[in-house]
């Protein structure tokens, strides 16, 4: 388990007008896929756009500790040898993922087909995670993997049959579908899957770009076991959960007009832009295109003034990540805005309702907490002490409280915004944010 991350504060205080064209880097998703399924290729597969992010590079080292040449010919591009579905060797010691739930959940499918056995572990945030709903489906599939009351570490035995099943997840998780459809890779005939509410489908859309056979539509996937992998080149588009910040920054600080360029517009990601629009902010999308197979586009962002919404329980699946940014969107808007079915907050890098809620109130704002959500009641920023709880969006999103606050606002405990976004300070600087580091 790895703890050593230092604990750097931030200092925000009032910013702006957010100016320019700004490029966040690559989808975090996306480029945790691209290594899995480069790995395990036939052939020599080119990333660009990578993530030069922690948790990628973590699930980058665990390939190469599984005998996986990688090169950086450049920062952001990764040129990944693959060994092929069966290439992978056992690793000396424990693999760990870091602060990485797509890392760990996913690679908790993966390495269930392997002929070997494996150890996978993580951070004091990711070792509080839960990984019951990866392991029940997996142990129906014939996995073995040993947890502590369903937490971290996993103890993975390798060499065990496993065989397709059709399941059927209580919870919209795009991580539960990728990690029973990566078991589903290793396994004895079909392996379909089910969701309460479609949720990203990288995995299904990269398959197929590597050429395996699967059958998706929105809320279901079916692939089966035993073809191979063909390696193909994959073009990383602009995260949007990290353009998210810089959407709600030009939304609520005054003057503000920036350019988001590139940025990944699939429809399962973009459930804030829906609900910012329906809250007054002025976005519009510019040059929608194609990279790689999924849609992109520049975004175009003007301060308008918002006002609160109940936002739709249809849209949290599509918007999960974004709840942060949200939070201090709907701090800046007049009125209440009303959060509910939106309980796996709780489960993420932190107890993300608890986190946001506190920070909120210690800077002036009245939020009424729920099992399932929140209700911020919009109002004025003043200074103060916010924790992030060694959560990356919540620091991001008080970097952004911060610029419409009346004084300033420490932020404690950042560094793992290099997990997502490295360099969110700087490139948040040279819009015009107000904030340093200490
Ligand atoms: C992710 C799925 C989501 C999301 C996470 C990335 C993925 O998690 O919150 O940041 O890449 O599959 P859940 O599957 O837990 O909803």
């Known amino acids: 388990m790895t703890n050593a991350t230092p604990r750097e504060d931030w200092f925000a205080s009032a910013g702006g007008p957010l100016r320019g064209e700004l490029q966040v880097p690559g989808d975090k998703s996306v480029s945790h896929r691209a290594i899995m399924l480069a790995a395990l290729a036939d052939g020599t597969s080119r990333i660009e756009g990578f993530l030069e992010g922690e948790d990628t590079r973590a699930t980058a080292a665990i390939f190469e500790r599984m005998g996986v040449r990688i090169e950086v010919p450049e920062a952001s591009t990764r040129v990944v040898h693959g060994v092929g579905i069966d290439g992978l060797q056992a690793a000396s010691s424990a693999l760990d993922c870091g602060n990485a739930g797509t890392g760990m959940r996913l690679l908790a499918g993966l390495l269930s087909g392997q002929r070997f056995d494996s150890v996978l572990t993580g951070d004091g945030s990711l070792s509080r995670r839960p ?180 936002v739709p329980v249809d849209a949290v699946p599509d918007m999960i990540d974004e709840f942060p940014a949200l939070f201090v969107a709907a701090a800046c808007a007049s009125g209440a805005t009303r959060v509910r079915g939106a309980a796996e907050l709780r489960v993420k890098e932190s107890d993300r309702i608890a986190t946001m809620s506190c920070g909120l109130r210690s800077m002036g704002i009245a939020v009424e907490e729920t099992e399932d959500g929140a209700t911020i009641h919009g109002g004025a920023l003043h200074g103060g002490h916010v924790v992030s709880h060694g959560d990356h969006r919540v620091a991001m999103a008080f970097a952004i409280a911060g610029q419409v606050s009346s004084g300033e606002v420490q932020i404690c405990d950042t560094a793992n915004v290099a997990t997502s976004f490295p360099a969110f300070d700087q490139l948040a600087r040279s819009a015009g944010f107000a904030l340093r580091a200490d």
Do not use: C
């Open 131 to 310: 990984m019951r709903r990866v392991l029940d489906p997996l142990a129906r599939m014939g996995a073995s993997i040993a947890a502590h009351d369903g937490f971290p570490p996993l103890k993975i035995a390798g060499a065990q049959a496993l065989r397709g099943i059709s399941y059927s997840s209580e919870i919209a998780s795009a991580q539960v579908k990728s990690a029973v459809l990566l078991a589903g890779l290793y396994a004895k005939g079909d392996t379909e899957v089910r969701e309460p509410h479609p949720t990203r489908d990288y995995t299904e859309r990269m398959l197929r770009a590597f050429g395996w056979p699967i059958e998706f539509s929105p809320g279901v996937a079916r692939l089966r076991g035993g073809h191979r992998l063909r390696a193909t080149d994959v073009s990383v588009p602009a995260d949007f959960s990290s353009a998210a910040f810089f959407l709600v920054a030009a939304s609520v600080i005054p003057g503000s007009d920036i350019v988001l360029r590139g940025v990944g517009m699939n429809p399962r990601r973009t459930g804030l832009l829906r609900v910012l629009r329906a809250m007054g902010a002025h976005v519009d999308i510019e040059a929608m295109g194609e990279q790689g197979g999924e849609a992109v586009a520049d975004l175009h962002v003007r301060h308008a003034p918002l006002h609160g919404i109940d």
